[in-house]
């Protein structure tokens, strides 16, 4: 087994961290650097186990942070590692001020956060307030408690329907699959009330009419701001509040699990939870150097988005239209309008996604054929499988057309070695709760969350020091590792290395875009800065404007031809 000496436990400092001061803004602005980052997503089990038990850990992060200082990212972002029983991979929270041991201790996520910030690279770390664990300490409380208690009333708990109560309050159904309520037994051993969970029934939801609630999660906030962290991405940040009547209701049978309908779900984005946000604005307005929100919320339209980014709620929310959008000209084109207007309206910035770790990586996602609800995943029997060959390329040119665009972008783990989903793991190496709570009729998440690869001739591809990674990883990998592809001036690495290098010398984060015309429905282009950018979305290639250098190419030019599934940044000659 190889051991890999740039895996070593840091020596952990206890020291405070310290902030990133008004200095790190980008040379001759005054912008926030939240409105133009590049924020690298980082999934800690699946990143770098430092050590050896097959589950990524916060030393190993730390002893990684140098490629990414490489790569040219501005941020990290950090899925939970909070304390938790990790039946939904940490999205089930026990503790929220405390490191589960799987990822190290409070000391490893204090000498993560020195040498990222030593970098220059900021720190936001993932909350979770919608639900907690059922393990956590408040929700026992509520178990031994009567009904109608304080306890109870963090949580929200309801009696059943029925003679009996022996049927549930209503009829929501869980986002994993089943009911949304599970009903409890009594203290005395007499079946109880039900309690709410729109997620697994391991996590139970909050009750965020309750003051005590709100208290605790400026409790939350404080603690990780104390420590030096620069932000937040705030978990389903449209479904804290609830509809307190609690109607029944069905969604469509096309909906997305996460939202996203026309007329929102009595449990997804009630008009009460920007209050929250607002609260939440300013807690972190006490602490100096530009600390930000940015929320997870799954609504119908970028118009509904900017709700949760003006002036005084979150500073980023993510642009799901713009993720979901196909790789097509025109639909792009439209997305990419409706958010620059509606952001612009409210002074925030728009973001830019296009994988994270709850979606068909976009390697695999751009080239699929067939349907693809959102959380439903793909696997072996999928029908529509794409040529990898045809994904990666698309998946490079939506990239370099992503990272062309002002605002701030998103890259998830991996996607800069040009990872394609793993439709094909093992049924019985799935972990994901959707695969259990649905009885494998979907596969979830686990094929975007396979541990990285980092060397192609070591055990494991160099994710751990000894263990067996927590999910397999598919030996087509091989080739895609990352000491492979530094070699290698054409690798999908080096692209994202040279688009990076070149967004912050253009400066396009702060830029305006600007369409110009006279090319065909297959083609956007469009000028940031002194950046020209041609996206050809089709299949038949379209000629080079004249009087340009060529920056970079998402793939091999054709001569003075631009081929289908290909990006290209561009220079006008002086003259």
């Known amino acids: 087994m ?8 840091p020596d952990a400092s206890t020291d405070a961290v310290p902030d990133l001061d008004e200095t790190t803004r980008r040379p001759g602005t005054t912008a ?4 133009s980052a590049v924020i690298y997503q980082i999934y800690p089990r699946s990143f770098s186990d430092s050590s050896g038990d097959g589950i990524g850990d916060l030393p190993g992060i730390t002893a990684r942070l140098g490629a990414l200082d490489a790569l040219g990212v501005d941020a990290i972002w950090l899925s939970p590692f909070m304390t938790s029983p990790q039946k939904d991979a940490g999205y089930d929270v026990t503790d929220y001020c405390d490191v589960d041991p799987i990822f190290g201790t409070l000391s490893d996520f204090d000498a993560l956060l020195a040498r990222a910030h ?3 690279i900021r720190v936001i770390v993932d909350l979770v307030p919608n639900h907690s664990s059922d393990q956590h300490e408040w929700f026992q409380q509520a178990l031994t408690a009567a009904p109608g208690s304080p306890e109870r009333a963090r949580y929200i708990f309801r009696e059943g329907k029925g003679p009996e109560g022996q049927e549930p309050p209503n009829n929501w159904q869980s986002i994993f699959g089943g009911p949304a309520w599970t009903r409890i037994t009594e203290a005395d051993g007499t079946p109880g009330q039900w309690y709410l969970h729109l997620f697994d029934s391991s996590q139970p939801d909050f009750d965020w009419s309750q003051e005590e609630v709100k208290q605790e999660f400026r409790r939350i906030l404080r603690f990780w701001l104390d420590r030096g962290v620069d932000g937040f991405r705030v978990d389903v940040a449209h479904g804290l509040v609830k509809d307190q009547d609690f109607p029944d209701y069905t969604p469509d049978a096309d909906a997305a699990s996460m939202g996203g309908e026309a007329t929102p779900a009595p449990y997804f984005e009630q008009s009460a939870v920007h209050e929250v946000y607002r609260d939440w604005r300013l807690v972190l307005e006490e602490y100096a150097g530009d600390r930000a929100l940015c929320g997870e919320a799954w609504v119908s339209s970028v118009e509904k988005a900017a709700l949760w980014v003006r002036p005084d709620e979150m500073h980023q929310t993510f642009n799901f239209q713009y993720l979901e959008a196909s790789w097509d000209a025109q639909q792009l084109r439209g997305v990419i309008n409706d958010s620059l207007r509606a ?7 728009s973001t830019w996604v296009l994988s994270n770790h709850d979606v068909v990586r976009h390697a695999t996602r751009l080239a699929l054929t067939g349907e693809n609800p959102q959380g439903t995943g793909i696997g072996p029997d999928y029908p529509g499988l794409p040529d990898r060959e045809t994904g990666l390329a698309r998946a490079r040119a939506a990239t370099a057309l992503m990272l062309a665009l002002p605002g701030s972008a998103y ?4 996607e800069e070695l040009g990872l394609d989903e793993v439709h094909d793991l093992p049924d019985e190496a799935r972990q994901d709760p959707t695969w259990f709570r649905t009885a494998g009729e979907r596969y979830g998440r686990d094929g975007c969350r396979v541990p990285l690869p980092w060397a192609a001739d070591a055990d494991d591809f160099g994710f751990t020091a000894g263990g067996t990674p927590w999910l397999p990883q598919p030996e087509r990998w091989r080739g895609l590792a990352r000491d492979v592809q530094q070699a290698d001036p054409d690798s999908t690495l080096s692209l994202y290395r040279r688009m990076l290098s070149l967004r912050s010398e253009h400066d396009l984060g702060l830029g305006e875009l600007n369409w110009l015309g006279g090319r065909s429905e297959q083609v956007l282009m469009f000028s940031n800065q002194d950046v020209v950018v041609l996206a050809n979305t089709g299949t038949s290639s379209v000629p080079l404007p004249t009087g340009h250098e060529v920056l970079l190419a998402s793939s091999a030019l054709e001569g003075d031809e631009v081929p289908g599934d ?3 940044w561009l220079r006008r000659h002086a003259g």
């Open 32 to 35: 926030e650097w939240w409105r």
């Open 343 to 349: 952001f612009t309206a409210v002074g925030a910035p």
């Open 411 to 414: 890259i998830y783990q991996g």
């Open 118 to 120: 030593s970098l220059g």
């Open 566 to 568: 290909c990006t290209v």
């Open 2 to 9: 190889t051991v890999h000496q740039d895996l070593r436990r």
